[in-house]
């Protein structure tokens, strides 16, 4: 079955300095990949959706400075987190949909990156 | 405002009873009404809707959608320990396909 492999799992990193985090979709192609972001005790909030070969498109309140994403390929998303700062601290989680597939066709969701700034 | 709630946020059962988890919305251009259950990571797909009436089903689950009413229902019957998970309901809406909304989810927990 299609797989989204997120790496890293978990990342600890001090103020200030920016962590970046990869999606891939291992056995399919992704035009389109989409991020959430999500707080303990709270749902996934829809960050971004990340469109191979252009620009991603963000939600409304989320910088677009703050969070890059790059979707280089048709199997690759990354989400760099700028001068990170503790409230950054939540667990990333990335999702996509095979390009050639049916309407039909649900979501498949990466592992999750768990991110503590410190 | 699109809304997606869920409710309850949380349920404390015991080992084959059966629950009923609910899951309201009020969204522009819906697409499809999705269930996935999260227990330590990623979610888990368990049920795509896109008609309304039509129940789906696996195995001890089951999911229904009133597109009028504008909610769904997941039951899970003959509960088991290892169902205790957050139950997210998501809608896909506009005019991107996968561009999900969540509902805060249910937190199920099981007793032996």
């Known amino acids: 079955g299609a797989v989204v492999s997120q790496h890293p799992s978990w990342v600890i990193c001090k103020s200030g300095t920016s962590v970046k985090i990869e999606c891939r979709s291992l056995d399919f192609q992704a035009t389109t990949m989409f991020w959430y972001r999500q707080f303990p005790k709270q749902s996934l909030m829809l960050m971004a959706t990340?469109?191979?070969?252009?620009?991603?498109?963000?939600e409304q309140g989320v910088e677009k400075d703050k969070f890059l994403i790059n979707h280089a390929s048709l199997t690759l998303s990354t989400l760099t987190v700028t001068s990170a700062h503790p409230e950054d601290s939540s667990f990333y989680i990335c999702?996509?949909?095979?390009?050639?597939?049916?309407?039909?066709?649900?979501?498949?969701f990466g592992n999750g990156t768990r991110l503590t700034v410190t | 405002e699109d809304k997606v709630v869920q409710s309850p946020l949380s349920l404390v059962v015991h080992e084959g009873d059966t629950v009923t988890l609910n899951c309201s919305y009020e969204?522009?251009?819906?697409?499809?009404l999705l269930w996935y259950k999260q227990e330590k990571k990623a979610p888990t797909f368990l049920f795509m809707l896109?008609?309304?009436?039509i129940e789906k089903k696996s195995g001890r689950l089951s999911s229904i959608l009133d597109k009028k009413e504008l909610f769904s229902i997941l039951n899970i019957t003959a509960t088991q320990t290892g169902d205790s998970a957050v139950y997210l309901c998501?809608?896909?809406?506009?005019?991107?396909?996968?561009?999900?909304?969540f509902g805060r989810g249910t937190q199920l927990t099981v007793w032996p």
């Open positions: 999702s996509a949909r095979p390009t050639l597939s049916s309407y039909n066709s649900p979501l498949h």
């Open positions: 969204v522009t251009n819906f697409r499809s």
């Open positions: 990340s469109n191979e070969g252009s620009k991603a498109t963000y």
């Open positions: 998501a809608v896909d809406r506009g005019s991107t396909l996968g561009r999900l909304y």
């Open positions: 896109t008609s309304s009436g």
